[in-house]
């Protein structure tokens, strides 16, 4: 916490009749810079000028633990897996100790987890129920960016001061993400996007970690039947606001492709085909991704 203090420069009174005498602070002590001035009139011969000042907070460069690549899970997951060991026979302990609990729980989480692509699997949801947790937590992340999920779950610290190769998020996951490397609680060379929770500022908000440099890419996995991306992107909003303007020109209804190719130009979006057309949550499960992933 910041700390204030006053310097001030004592003077003798002038004569009476003499003109009032403007004393000026001679500045703040070691550690403090000036941030505003206060006079103080003890008497008609004499002004004296404060120096408010305040402490200056000593900047401390963050660090980061290598953590190697994550996968954040989103509605209804509860879960985590942070295995850094190269140990092929301690990898298929754990995987299928996380199984088994999955399992028990009526999950089945693991099964959409590339283990052999990510080591470190969290999910930070309110509930196993998904009317609940969208209710309580999702809902709040549409309209924060994921800050609301990153302040109120416990788990959320498990994230804070890593450093991954990739970063890989599922659903409502992507707003978790958002929300850490915004606030700069991990950082990521590059990210993967699997049906991801978005609205319009959202998008605007990845393209801009990319601009920066923060992140080295983004990239956005859409099943074709997923409701999920456009349904988020409607309630933001962003549909409305980001129609593209190159389909209106060829009178034609822009795709969810399109709208967000042109809200964040620099993120690479990917199409995979699932369904018949019709919105399949199905298609939103994080196993449907992973069996389209792997075949591209």
């Given amino acids: 916490m910041k700390a204030a203090c006053r310097a001030v420069l004592i003077l003798a009174a002038l004569s009476p009749g003499s003109l009032p005498l403007q004393a000026q602070a001679t500045g703040c002590p070691p550690g403090y810079v000036q941030t505003g001035v206060e006079d103080e009139h003890p008497s008609a011969n004499l002004v004296i000028h404060h120096a408010v000042c305040e402490e200056v907070e000593a900047k401390q460069e963050r660090s980061y633990t290598p953590s190697g690549n994550a996968f954040i899970g989103g509605t209804t997951w509860i879960t985590g897996y942070n295995l850094q060991s190269a140990d092929p026979k301690l990898r298929v302990k754990m995987q299928g100790l996380m199984a088994r609990q999955m399992k028990l729980a009526g999950l089945r989480y693991s099964e959409g987890v590339d283990f052999s692509r990510y080591n470190f699997v969290l999910g930070i949801g309110a509930s196993t129920n998904q009317y609940v947790d969208l209710a309580n937590r999702v809902v709040f992340d549409e309209y924060t960016n994921g800050q609301f999920s990153a302040n109120e779950q416990e788990l959320y610290v498990s994230l804070k001061g890593r450093q991954f190769n990739e970063l890989g998020c599922h659903s409502n996951g992507a707003m978790i993400c958002l929300a850490a490397l915004e606030n700069k609680d991990i950082i990521a060379e590059r990210v993967v996007l699997y049906g991801p929770q978005i609205t319009l500022e959202s998008l605007q908000m990845w393209d801009q970690l990319v601009r920066e440099g923060r992140v080295k890419s983004v ?30 020109a060829l009178l034609k209804p822009p795709t969810l492709k399109d709208v967000i190719e042109e809200a964040a130009p620099r993120l690479t979006v990917r199409t995979y085909n699932c369904g018949n057309g019709m919105p399949d949550l199905d298609c939103h499960d994080m196993r449907a991704y992973k069996r389209n992933v792997e075949k591209k």
């Fill in 219 to 248: 990239e956005i996995n859409i099943d074709r039947s997923d409701p999920v991306p456009s349904l988020s992107l409607c309630i933001g909003g962003g549909m409305v606001k980001a129609v593209s303007i190159a389909s209106l």
